[in-house]
């Protein structure tokens, strides 16, 4: 082998993020030394971004299969059967170090990325969704952040010409220095053409197609994979550079030849470029690989072997062909003006050899590469030494007289609650013709082109229950996507999720880390709701100047759907005065749930207290009730009852509709002690697993079909009006909140915080 073996000292080592006890794996390896090209190809296949080497065998616990499942986790994104022979693919990813480097590319080559995973399998995009995590909207480099990462996830998305559909964005303090920006493509496909990356077929030829191979990105994985420390500005170069047009030019050339039967195998390269890409071919083909280096279509003159295996240029693929199809798919990808280079071909060596110059430049192994890289059992603390060390203050005495009115506009003022019509605006949610609802309800919706049936799309996690307490905070965030699903009316069907974490090496961390995963496996199973796809991103932590230090576990929870009537899907918009308003879950000898909740937080400066319980048998019930209510044209209206309560669900169906509402405090009494009796504490507490629902004046269906079903509901009040009271009888109690004065302040957070 020529380009023999550099010096490899610790220090170098140390700066590809390998530890001397993995360095003395890969000699064992390869049994000798590595190259330069060796080592880095190592560094990223064995990074936490690549190898999941961290959290591969918890990851293995979830529950992935069920009859509608046509692929769980391991390939590009899952697949779910949808009917007439179509299939739902979809995952999400997480872009978070790069889009607090570089937020506008950092959150535009998330986008440019999870299409690639969800069109490399053969779909065409329909939808992106993202769930956005930031700091204290005070600190310093937030505003920057929120705009950026904001225009980049609209640029990108808006160009490449998929609607935006919704998401969701969340602020705290935990996140001012890691921001968490993770995004979300669905896709449509065809059951009968749905393309894997198992390469296959010796001597067949290994194309490269798209975009030139560029030096932006290198060691994009490794960063990735590591905290930040003070210098992330340094960092710049390892973030992508994007291009939507390209991408564009590359779904619809990738279509046009998957139309035809010239594919073996497809992979896009993503994280690692054209490294992880050819080892996840063959190793899932379980064979080997050459590489022609000096083939690679290169945009900078002078690159590396090194350089070029670690780029993570953007909008490229890499694919196996079926022997004389390659005039045929050049001249595809020539028509869309992509480059297409055969650089390689299938072997039957189990190794990855790359050839520059004439000469080998790398020869190793495969399996010490994929299968058979690092995979650790981290230490984690128990559920007791963790609720010792979180130090999560009690709830304790719940505070007195409130008063119910200013409490629901400082709410809805404030950064958690605020309208994120400044965010959702910038994206196009219309284009392809097919949303049908879009930011701001539950869930968005999808209709499937050419047919009645649609998909409903969701991102949910509540990080603050999952810091008290990791498994309810777990079982809740499935849960709330399961709800979220169902009150648009639709069928849950399957879950990706983006599981967010700081650094595994702490136990508390992996505490954390275990204890989500457990809560979000009980809850899929006990709602037959599988984890078909997903990504591990940790080492979510900064030790940057003015930077927090670890993120809160966000187990961020992509759902899907299916409705098979468009026409009959819920909103959460009041439609008409003197409807009915009827809670789905109450139950009056249940104890107000405050602990953790928003109004606790924010209108008494309190975290305090456990996380509300989840009962995953009521969940099922109720999400199946209520999907029976939409499905049946009961419901005029149903919206799931989270963060901030009864109150502020009330008051978004309100605003959405632009009708008011009356609430009765019959239905609210014998709910606390008689002596202590605060409607605030039933008003704002975030019991789980309750829908707010309506129905017409004349109607008397819902109150009796939930008895029928042992369902648990009380009637609460009547729509109507320009204004919000709580009432007695014929008495407002409080003083009467005009629409008006609530839509002003809601609207006012980030119209203030963008033009100030």
């Known amino acids: 082998m020529t380009q023999t073996a550099s010096q490899i000292t610790p220090q170098v080592v140390a700066d590809h993020g390998l530890s001397q006890e993995e360095y003395a794996r890969i000699l064992n390896a390869m049994g000798r030394e590595p190259n330069l090209v060796e080592l880095g190809i190592f560094s990223v296949m064995w990074s936490e971004h690549c190898s999941y080497k961290s959290s591969r065998i918890h990851l293995k616990k979830l529950p992935t299969e069920a009859p509608w499942v046509i692929c769980g986790p391991g390939e590009n994104a899952g697949v779910i059967d949808i009917g007439d022979g179509q299939a739902a693919i979809f995952k999400m990813e997480s872009h978070n170090h ?5 937020p506008y590319q950092g959150a535009a080559t998330g986008v440019g990325g999870i299409l ?24 310093p480099k937030m505003k920057h952040l929120v705009q950026g990462v904001v225009a980049g996830i609209g640029g990108y998305g808006n160009c490449v010409g998929v609607p935006t559909v919704g998401g969701e964005t969340n602020f705290h303090s935990a996140y001012d220095g890691n921001i968490l920006v993770n995004a979300m493509t669905v896709g449509v496909a065809d059951q009968d053409k749905i393309f894997y990356s198992a390469a296959t077929g010796i001597g067949n030829p290994i194309v490269y197609v798209g975009s030139k191979t560029g030096r932006d990105g290198i060691h994009g994985a490794t960063m990735a994979s590591a905290d930040f420390a003070d210098d992330t500005d340094e960092k710049r170069p390892t973030v992508q550079v994007g291009d939507p047009f390209t991408e564009k030019l590359l779904i619809e050339a990738c279509l046009e030849l998957m139309a035809t039967d010239a594919i073996v195998a497809i992979q896009d390269m993503g994280a690692a470029g054209l490294t992880s890409s050819s080892v996840e071919m063959a190793s899932k083909g379980g064979c080997g690989i050459r590489l022609n280096m000096n083939a690679v279509p290169q945009r900078e003159t002078g690159m590396t072997p090194y350089e070029m295996m670690l780029s993570e240029s953007q909008e490229r693929m890499l694919m196996v062909l079926k022997p004389g199809k390659e005039p045929m798919a050049q001249a595809i990808f020539e028509k869309w003006e992509l480059d297409f280079a055969v650089i390689g071909e299938v072997t039957d060596t189990g190794h990855m050899v790359l050839e520059w110059n004439g000469d080998v430049v790398c020869d190793i192994p495969l399996g010490p590469l994929a299968d058979d890289a690092p995979q650790y059992d981290r230490p984690a603390m128990s559920r007791e030494e963790y609720k010792a060390w979180a130090k999560v203050p009690p709830l304790g005495d719940l505070p007195l007289g409130s008063d119910i009115g200013r409490d629901l506009l400082k709410m809805m003022a404030s950064p958690d609650f605020a309208s994120r019509a400044w965010i959702w605006q ?9 949303t049908a609802q879009k930011s701001g309800g539950d869930a968005a919706v999808v209709r499937v082109h050419g047919s009645d049936k649609a998909l409903a799309i969701t991102t949910d996690c509540t990080p603050r229950y999952c810091y008290a307490d990791p498994y309810e905070g777990g079982k809740q965030a499935i849960a709330e996507a399961y709800r979220n699903l169902s009150s648009v009316g639709a069928r849950p069907l399957a ?18 880390f275990t204890g989500c ?12 709701f599988p984890i078909v796809s997903g990504n591990v991103s940790l080492y979510n932590e900064s030790k940057a100047t003015g930077g927090g230090s670890a993120i809160l576990p966000t187990p961020a929870i992509g759902g899907v759907g299916l409705l098979d009537d468009v026409a009959k899907m819920a909103t959460i918009a009041f439609k008409d005065g003197a409807h ?27 975290s305090a207290g456990q996380p509300p319980k989840v009962d995953l048998a009521a969940e099922k019930r109720h999400g199946e009730f209520v999907r029976k209510l939409v499905a049946d044209g009961i419901a005029t209206a149903v919206h799931d009852v989270s963060d901030g309560g009864i109150l502020v669900a009330v008051a978004e169906m309100a605003l959405a509709g632009d009708i008011g509402a009356r609430l009765e405090t019959k239905a609210f009494e ?15 507490a975030e019991n789980q697993g309750r829908y707010i629902v309506t129905e017409r004046f004349d109607s008397e269906a819902i109150e009796k079909l939930a008895s029928d079903a042992g369902i648990s509901c009380c009637f609460i009040g009547w729509t109507g009006g320009d204004t919000i009271s709580i009432c007695k009888g014929e008495d407002a109690i409080y003083p009467e909140l005009s629409l008006t004065e609530l839509r002003t302040a809601h609207e006012s957070f980030f119209k203030d915080w963008m033009e100030g």
């Open 98 to 102: 790069p889009s607090y480097i570089e």
């Open 426 to 434: 910038q994206y196009d949610a219309q284009v392809g013709a097919d």
């Open 495 to 512: 879950v990706t999720n983006c599981l967010n974490f700081a650094n595994p090496q702490r136990p508390e961390i992996m505490a954390q």
């Open 670 to 684: 014998n709910r606390v002690d008689s002596e202590k009796q605060q409607h605030a504490w039933s008003l704002f």
């Open 116 to 139: 690639r995973d969800v069109f490399t399998m053969g779909a065409r995009p329909v939808a992106n969704m993202n769930a956005l995590r930031f700091g204290n909207p005070d600190h």
């Open 580 to 606: 009915k308003i009827v809670l789905i879950g109450a139950d009056h000898k249940a104890r107000p749930e405050l602990g953790q909740s928003k109004w606790l937080e924010i209108c008494h400066g309190r």
């Open 517 to 528: 995963l457990s809560g979000m496996g009980d809850a899929c199973r006990a709602l037959d």
